[in-house]
Protein backbone atom coordinates (compact mmCIF):
# COMPACT_ATOMS: atom_id res chain seq x y z
CA UNK A 1 0.00 0.00 0.00
CA UNK A 2 0.62 3.97 -0.17
CA UNK A 3 2.67 3.18 -3.71
CA UNK A 4 5.58 0.91 -1.56
CA UNK A 5 7.42 -1.60 -3.13
CA UNK A 6 9.78 -4.67 -2.11
CA UNK A 7 12.91 -2.11 -2.99
CA UNK A 8 11.37 0.32 -0.96
CA UNK A 9 11.76 -2.11 1.87
CA UNK A 10 14.92 -3.42 0.70
CA UNK A 11 16.81 -0.29 0.24
CA UNK A 12 15.42 0.42 3.94
CA UNK A 13 16.90 -2.52 5.09
CA UNK A 14 20.16 -2.14 3.55
CA UNK A 15 20.07 1.90 4.74
CA UNK A 16 21.12 0.20 7.97
CA UNK A 17 24.57 -0.17 6.83
CA UNK A 18 25.30 2.92 5.47
CA UNK A 19 28.07 4.79 6.16
CA UNK A 20 26.32 8.13 4.15
CA UNK A 21 24.11 9.99 6.02
CA UNK A 22 23.12 12.43 2.86
CA UNK A 23 22.38 9.09 1.01
CA UNK A 24 20.16 8.27 3.97
CA UNK A 25 18.30 11.39 4.28
CA UNK A 26 17.86 11.26 0.55
CA UNK A 27 16.54 7.46 -0.09
CA UNK A 28 14.21 7.94 3.07
CA UNK A 29 13.08 11.71 1.60
CA UNK A 30 11.94 9.90 -1.58
CA UNK A 31 9.90 7.61 0.23
CA UNK A 32 8.01 9.91 2.08
CA UNK A 33 6.75 11.40 -1.01
CA UNK A 34 5.68 8.49 -2.68
CA UNK A 35 3.83 7.84 0.47
CA UNK A 36 2.35 11.08 1.01
CA UNK A 37 1.45 10.88 -2.87
CA UNK A 38 -0.32 7.80 -2.38
CA UNK A 39 -2.36 8.91 0.46
CA UNK A 40 -0.58 7.91 3.63
CA UNK A 41 -1.19 10.78 6.50
CA UNK A 42 1.45 12.09 8.81
CA UNK A 43 0.67 9.43 11.60
CA UNK A 44 0.59 6.47 8.50
CA UNK A 45 4.17 8.50 7.85
CA UNK A 46 5.65 8.49 10.96
CA UNK A 47 5.39 4.80 12.15
CA UNK A 48 5.21 2.78 8.68
CA UNK A 49 8.38 0.25 9.21
CA UNK A 50 10.36 2.08 6.65
CA UNK A 51 10.49 5.36 8.45
CA UNK A 52 11.32 3.89 11.70
CA UNK A 53 14.28 2.17 10.26
CA UNK A 54 15.42 5.39 8.87
CA UNK A 55 15.13 7.17 11.34
CA UNK A 56 17.17 4.85 14.01
CA UNK A 57 19.82 4.83 11.39
CA UNK A 58 19.91 8.57 10.85
CA UNK A 59 20.20 8.73 15.02
CA UNK A 60 22.75 5.93 15.09
CA UNK A 61 24.94 7.73 12.27
CA UNK A 62 24.21 11.28 14.26
CA UNK A 63 25.29 9.89 17.71
CA UNK A 64 21.98 10.23 19.05
CA UNK A 65 21.41 6.69 20.09
CA UNK A 66 17.97 7.53 21.36
CA UNK A 67 15.43 4.70 19.65
CA UNK A 68 13.94 2.03 21.17
CA UNK A 69 15.44 -1.64 20.18
CA UNK A 70 11.75 -3.37 20.46
CA UNK A 71 10.43 -0.73 17.75
CA UNK A 72 13.50 -0.62 15.83
CA UNK A 73 13.58 -4.76 16.16
CA UNK A 74 9.51 -4.78 15.23
CA UNK A 75 10.19 -2.87 12.10
CA UNK A 76 13.33 -4.54 11.08
CA UNK A 77 11.19 -7.53 10.87
CA UNK A 78 8.37 -6.14 9.27
CA UNK A 79 10.53 -4.84 6.37
CA UNK A 80 12.00 -8.28 5.88
CA UNK A 81 8.28 -9.71 6.17
CA UNK A 82 7.44 -7.72 3.03
CA UNK A 83 10.29 -8.83 1.25
CA UNK A 84 8.86 -12.47 1.81
CA UNK A 85 5.47 -11.79 0.83
CA UNK A 86 3.61 -11.73 -2.42
CA UNK A 87 3.61 -8.16 -4.20
CA UNK A 88 -0.54 -8.06 -3.07
CA UNK A 89 0.50 -8.87 0.40
CA UNK A 90 3.34 -5.71 0.90
CA UNK A 91 2.10 -4.41 4.29
CA UNK A 92 1.21 -0.82 4.95
Known amino acids: MYGL?????????LAQDAVNL??????????????????????????????ILYACKVADMTGLGIYNDHVFSVAYEACKDALLASPTEIPD
Open 22 to 51: SGVVHSWAAVLSKMVHNGADTKAKNTHPIS
Open 5 to 13: TKADYRDAL
